[in-house]
Nanobody, 132 residues
Framework: QLQLVESGGGLVQPGGSLTLSCAASGFTSSGFTLDYYNVGWFRQAPGKEREGVSCISSSDGSTYYADSVKGRFTISRDNAKNTVNLRMNSLKPEDTAVYYC????????????????????WGQGTQVTVSS
């Protein structure tokens, strides 16, 4: 059973930066890495619906960013550490939310994953608070 653990959240002032990391363990086959999975970052703020922030596809190599974070956030894979990271720059108060990473073993694009979140594997979430 694949397990995902997010880290890197915290309190930051507007305009600041954070890097979230999604680490995976529990691969069923040796040699398997997170690189074989589509991975996405989702967030949910109090009273709001869950939003697909950024996704990266292992199928076609594509990346997707929600309009609200485009140009500020960058998703990337660190295959040496078997993680997927979300670098968040120029943070705004409206970025405040619990951020979750999710993974799936499915052939589809990053857009599809972010728009139609997977059911497969989810982390427990990490809080990001942007406030002065």
């Amino acid at each position: 059973q694949l397990q995902l653990v997010e880290s890197g959240g915290g309190l930051v002032q507007p305009g600041g930066s954070l890097t979230l990391s999604c680490a995976a363990s529990g691969f069923t086959s040796s040699g398997f890495t997170l690189d074989y999975y589509n991975v996405g970052w989702f967030r949910q703020a109090p009273g709001k619906e869950r939003e697909g922030v950024s996704c990266i596809s292992s199928s076609d190599g594509s990346t997707y960013y929600a309009d609200s974070v485009k140009g500020r956030f960058t998703i990337s894979r660190d295959n040496a550490k078997n993680t997927v990271n979300l670098r968040m720059n120029s943070l705004k108060p409206e970025d405040t939310a619990v951020y979750y990473c999710a993974a799936e073993a499915r052939v589809r694009s990053s857009v599809a994953m972010c728009v139609m979140p997977p059911r497969d594997y989810w982390g427990q979430g990490t809080q990001v608070t942007v406030s002065s």
